[in-house]
Nanobody
């Protein structure tokens, strides 16, 4: 398995931007599909975005499409989530996760490794 550590969360005003990073350990990062999920208080964890091993395919939740961009740097073992035009409803703990054996997946159960999460708070 791969170990994941997120960073880049914080407090931002509505309309602002943040870039989350997820650093992965190990030499097999490029063999994993990577995803971002989020969980708001009192709600279930939800899919945000996913990117294929090579980075040439991505999928987004409808709620973030056009505002968020997922990308990866396989040489540096990092996956990013650029978040623009943030809204108060984007407030949540954001998690990155790694899945093997799939091209792309939005299902949390397919991800075998998870980071500890980073808090994103968007004020109105």
């Amino acid at each position: 398995q791969v170990q994941l550590v997120e960073s880049g969360g914080g407090l931002v005003q509505a309309g602002g931007s943040l870039r989350l990073s997820c650093a992965a350990s190990g030499r097999t990062f490029s063999s994993y599909c990577m995803g971002w999920f989020r969980q708001a208080p009192g709600k279930e964890r939800e899919f945000v975005a996913t990117i294929s091993k090579s980075g040439d395919s991505t999928l987004y939740a409808a709620s973030v499409k056009g505002r968020f961009t997922i990308s990866r740097d396989n040489a540096g073992n990092v996956v990013y989530l650029q978040m623009n035009s943030l809204k108060p409803e984007d407030t949540a703990v954001y998690y990155c996760a790694a899945a093997s054996g799939v091209v792309l997946t939005i299902a949390p159960r397919m991800y075998s490794s998870w980071g500890q999460g980073t808090q994103v708070t968007v004020s109105s």
